[in-house]
């Protein structure tokens, strides 16, 4: 096995690509000295191909709940009669100062994101003024993820500064209906086209633990591929009660581990985050594996309907992995790691 995953890797840092069948056989490594060997070399891919900067952005949830879809692992869904805050879009004050907050701690990556799957006309125009504000009262990319958008409304993102706009497959085409029923994968695919085709920067990943299997996962990679995106975040599923899946058991660390690293073998340049649901499935221990086995970043400072680590927390974390943390914090109580990231010791 270690022959085959050296031979897939030499073939990634020469540019070429790893097909299905190669990635269904990595997906299903047992063996622990396998997975340690794959691990580092996800690794490899990912020092290859990124810096030592970590890829970090942190986000708002500018309007919670009130969402007609029913995707199942979602508290922000009508449907289900969960805990989930419910409000209608935040003012531009309100957002201006959660994102003076993650400005100030070094996070320079920026997302608001709003439940559901389609604006309203007004709701709309309210983001636009939104980002001009972000646009002119910081320093931030600004980044969105606004449910299906057409063309116009790219557009006019674009025109409002923003760089990067997310729309998340989150599993495969074949599992997506046992998930979800109000809407179809083929239009997550088409709002994915849409983002493509306005030449914003496409952020595009997934929920793993919702019930799908090893071959749903690299399955979903794959559909993510002709998309190239720039950022692929990878949740792992937070069961929240209310929701159909709220007794969804933790998964095995160890698949969350092998899935990412495999993730990395698909998408080499993507900068691939580790999202919600982290710290409630992966120790911290296992979080440090994960950014030393295939992930370059984390999404920081809590998710839409859940808390995340403490932000200086998790740049020690970062930190320990190896990765340069954001000068502003360098003068608290983290100091920059070395240029070069050490080799995971797994
Ligand atoms: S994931 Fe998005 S579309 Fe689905 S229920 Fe939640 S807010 Fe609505």
């Known amino acids: 096995m270690n022959d085959f995953i050296d031979q897939l890797k030499a073939r990634i840092f020469e540019g070429g690509q790893i097909t299905f069948e190669e990635a269904r056989r990595l997906i299903e490594i047992e063996d ?12 490899e891919i990912t020092f290859h ?3 030592n900067q970590p890829a970090i952005c942190s986000l708002v949830n500018a309007k919670s709940y009130l969402c007609g879809e029913d995707c199942a692992f979602c508290a922000q869904s009508v449907h289900f009669n969960t805990e989930a805050p419910r409000y209608r879009l935040m ?52 980044d969105g993820s606004l449910g299906f958008l057409n063309k116009e409304r790219v557009q006019k993102l674009k025109e409002a500064g923003v760089r990067r706009v997310n729309s ?21 695919l088409e709002a994915l086209r849409m983002l493509r085709e306005g030449a914003v920067e496409v952020c595009a990943g997934g929920i793993l633990n919702v019930g799908e299997t090893r071959e749903d996962r690299i399955r979903l990679a794959f559909e993510l591929k002709p998309f190239s995106p720039h950022c692929f975040p990878v949740n792992i599923l937070h069961p929240r009660p209310g929701t159909p899946l709220e007794y969804q ?12 690293a495999v993730f990395r073998f698909i998408h080499p340049h993507a900068d691939i985050k580790l999202a919600g649901g982290r710290e409630y499935n992966l120790t911290e221990e296992e979080q440090q594996k994960a950014l030393q086995g295939g992930a370059n970043g984390l999404i920081m400072g809590g998710y839409l ?5 403490p932000i200086n927390e998790d740049f020690g974390l970062l930190k320990r992995a190896g990765y340069q943390i954001p ?16 080799l995971p010791t797994t």
């Not at 622990?32 to 690794?43: I, M, P, Q, S, T």
């Not at 309203?120 to 504000?133: A, S, V």
């Open 32 to 43: 622990r000295a396998d997975l340690d060997h794959l691990l580092k070399a996800a690794w």
């Open 168 to 188: 998340n497959l989150q599993s495969s085409r074949e599992f997506y209906p046992k998930i979800v029923s109000s809407h179809t994968y083929e239009s997550r």
């Open 49 to 51: 191909f990124h810096s």
């Open 327 to 342: 000068k502003i914090q360098n003068a608290d109580s983290c100091k920059p790691a070395d240029d070069q990231r050490p």
């Open 249 to 260: 058991p933790r998964p095995e660390p160890e698949e969350m581990l092998k899935t990412i």
């Open 305 to 309: 309907t859940t808390q995340g680590n």
């Open 91 to 142: 003012t531009s004050e309100e957002i201006l100062k959660a994102a003076k907050v993650f400005e100030a701690k070094g996070i320079r990556d920026f997302c608001v994101v709003t439940s559901g799957v389609r604006l309203t006309d007004d709701e709309f125009e309210g983001i636009l003024k939104i980002y001009r504000r972000l646009r002119t009262e910081t320093r931030l990319n600004l």
